[in-house]
């Protein structure tokens, strides 16, 4: 490279690197009152799914548990959908539901939160937003990470789940890949959806 050249671009490419790194900090503080508000209704939705699990388990054990997912699940991302004004809703690499599967955007953000998780990231804090246009509109979508507890999840989702509970398991979703997961294992993700 000649030595004119270097000069010139040098401080330019300078600048241009100031400027978008300029630029994707604005818009991450242009999304964070978005990203708030996701954030609270996922908290909100992920209590109330806890708590009718819990409930369910220790009334009628896991296998009527499982019910309660199947029916109780759906509902409560609905209702807290409504009430928040955005679509919630669970998804994951792995899937019980073939419903949960993820859409595009979905598995790479879920792949990005598993590499993460991987690199010794707390499942606790990862998150992402991000804005996306299209169709003459533009939305937010908001990502948080579903992290694998002990208890309750590995019931239903570990390693050593069989005979009622399998059966049980087997017969509502034929195509269930959500077992086999260990304690911090990444089970899955809220997504979220918004108008911006
Ligand atoms: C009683 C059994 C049971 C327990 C315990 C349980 N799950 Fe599930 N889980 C299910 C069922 C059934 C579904 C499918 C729900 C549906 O049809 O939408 C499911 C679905 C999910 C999904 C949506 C993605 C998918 O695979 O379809 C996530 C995420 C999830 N569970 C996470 C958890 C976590 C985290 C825990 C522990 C806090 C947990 N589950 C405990 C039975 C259970």
Request: hydrophobic residues 45%.
């Amino acid at each position: 490279m000649n030595k004119r050249f270097t000069t010139l671009v040098a401080p330019l490419a300078a600048v241009l690197m100031f400027s978008a790194d300029m630029a994707r900090s604005d818009s991450a503080a242009d999304l964070e009152p978005y990203a708030a508000k996701a954030r609270a209704a996922v908290k909100t939705m992920g209590g109330a799914l806890q708590t009718k699990l819990k409930e369910a388990l220790a009334a009628d054990g896991p296998i009527a548990a499982v019910q309660v997912c199947k029916t109780v699940a759906p509902e409560i991302a609905k209702e807290q959908s409504k009430a928040a004004g955005m679509t919630i809703r669970r998804t994951a690499l792995k899937v019980r539901n073939p419903d949960n599967a993820p859409d595009g955007l979905e598995r790479k953000v879920l792949e990005d939160f598993a590499a993460r998780l991987a690199a010794g990231a707390d499942a606790n804090t990862l998150e992402h937003v991000e804005e996306v246009t299209g169709d003459g509109k533009t939305i937010v979508r908001y990502f948080k990470a579903i992290p694998t507890a002990a208890a309750p999840c590995l019931v239903c989702h570990g390693s050593a789940v069989s005979g009622e509970l399998k059966e049980t398991i087997d017969k509502l979703y034929p195509s269930d890949q959500a077992t086999g997961f260990k304690e911090g294992d990444l089970r899955g993700a809220f997504s979220v959806t918004m108008d911006k």
